[in-house]
């Protein structure tokens, strides 16, 4: 396919119908800008070999209207000697040089003309780029958002979320559990009959002992 035709078919391209008939938005859209990249380099080289033809084409040119000065000059000393027939000659020259120029003149007004047609495609294919890549954008963002709201709405409405909270109940009841095993280790109940007089016979005998040592200090200090 030429490059004139395959960027008309890029410029006729509607994205949005293309996207929709793609069963994989995303890889369509890779795929219109590698083309439309590909394209833009085609482009953008072909118009670089056009200036340079140009250029040469200008230099030419300006060889040939050196030479059809020179050929004049050469006509008018020609007749300035009374030689009409060199003169002659050097006019039939000079005329090939004009045929000649006039020829480049001609090709280059249309590598002037094709460099504007491919200035414009330039421009229109940039711009196709623009959209084409705003769209890629746009899609990735969308996918993303997409996958995100997927995997909120598993955690918040999937079986491992419910599977976790049951564990955390099972959890909660073990703590209460050994908290209470732990306050029930703490309590104390009413004292027996027997546990009240074990406590006043142990008091009197402490009592007893601190008389003792009271009264031993005091015949010490005598």
Do not use: C
């Amino acid at each position: 396919m030429g490059i004139f035709s395959r960027t008309r078919d890029i410029f006729a391209a509607n994205m949005t119908e293309l996207l929709d008939r793609s069963e994989d938005p995303a890889k369509m859209i890779r795929m219109i800008i590698l083309e439309m990249e590909e394209t833009l380099v085609e482009v953008r080289a072909s118009a670089a070999r056009s200036i340079a033809d140009g250029k040469e084409m200008r230099r030419a040119l300006k060889r040939l209207e050196d030479l059809q000065s020179s050929w004049t000059e050469k006509a008018e000393l020609a007749l300035s000697k009374d030689r009409e027939d060199l003169a002659k000659a050097a006019l039939i020259e000079r005329q090939k040089a004009t045929d000649m120029a006039e020829g480049l003149r001609a090709e280059i007004d249309q590598i002037d003309e094709t460099l504007k047609t491919y200035e414009a495609d330039i421009s229109k294919l940039q711009g196709k780029l623009r959209e084409a890549r705003a769209r890629q954008n746009a899609i990735a963002a969308r996918l993303e958002s997409a996958v995100t709201r997927a995997k909120a709405r598993e955690i918040l409405h999937g079986g491992r979320t419910e599977d976790a909270f049951s564990k955390f109940d099972v959890l909660e009841r073990r703590a209460d559990f050994a908290e209470g095993r732990a306050d029930a280790l703490g309590m104390t109940g009413p004292k027996s009959l027997e546990e009240e007089i074990a406590e006043l016979q142990a008091s009197e005998k402490v009592d007893a002992e601190l008389e003792a040592m009271k009264a031993a200090l005091k015949r010490k200090g005598d």
